[in-house]
């Protein structure tokens, strides 16, 4: 079942977490397909490639600092998988991980929780063994910081910052409304979509 997945791994100037976590799907899930893009100053591509021989790895660096974003999507435009598996650099995987009760849950329930490649579906698994799904949108312009990043001089033309500020602002006053502070509100947080349309992410600080 697990052949259907991909996991994917966007790392940046981290490469003994991100060893920890290919230590740890090695030891437990070794056959699966593994897709890492990689912004750090220095590559550990060819490292990784010689520690990790017995894994199925594509190794993709990009430009420095591209950003969390940006990395992620090129992740899943080389992932050809049916579905993928999003890590950070510094998970890791032990004993209690149980890739195949997820991903069978969540095949079970593939009519309510649809999982095209404009989407990003994670799961937790609580205590009692109860799965909780959430659904994400991806961003295919990445954060302002990265929108930023590639413009002339760095600087928004004025009509497009207007029109992006003016999303921002109605979008904290709604969450004011339900009575919600963000308390964590910055540019690489602010997640731009392919219509231009501004999503305010990262609510752990809320």
Not at 19 to 43: A, G, M, P, T
Not at 151 to 159: G, H, K, S, T, V
């Amino acid at each position: 079942m697990l052949d259907e997945l991909t996991v994917i791994i966007k790392t940046f100037e981290r490469p003994k977490s991100l060893f920890r976590l290919l230590k740890s799907i090695e030891r437990l899930y070794s056959h699966l397909q593994i897709v890492i893009v990689d912004d750090s100053k220095i590559s550990s591509k060819q490292i990784t490639q010689n520690k990790f021989q017995n894994l199925k790895i594509n190794y993709i660096d990009i430009d420095f600092d591209s950003g969390l974003s940006v990395g992620r999507n090129i992740a899943i435009k080389n992932t050809t998988s049916p579905y993928f598996l999003l890590c950070d650099d510094d998970f890791e995987f032990d004993s209690r991980a149980d890739l195949e009760r997820a991903f069978r849950v969540y095949k079970e329930n593939d009519n309510q929780m649809k999982s095209k490649c404009e989407f990003v579906v994670s799961a937790i698994c609580g205590e009692e063994g109860n799965f909780i799904w959430s659904l994400q949108e991806v961003a295919e312009h990445g954060s302002l910081l990265e929108l930023k990043k590639i413009l002339p001089d760095n600087i928004f033309p004025e009509y497009i910052a207007l029109y992006l500020f003016k999303q921002i602002v109605l979008g904290v006053k709604k969450i004011h409304l339900e009575k919600i502070l963000h308390n964590f509100l910055q540019l690489n947080i602010i997640l731009i979509d392919s219509n231009f349309n501004v999503k305010i992410s990262d609510f752990g600080a809320s």
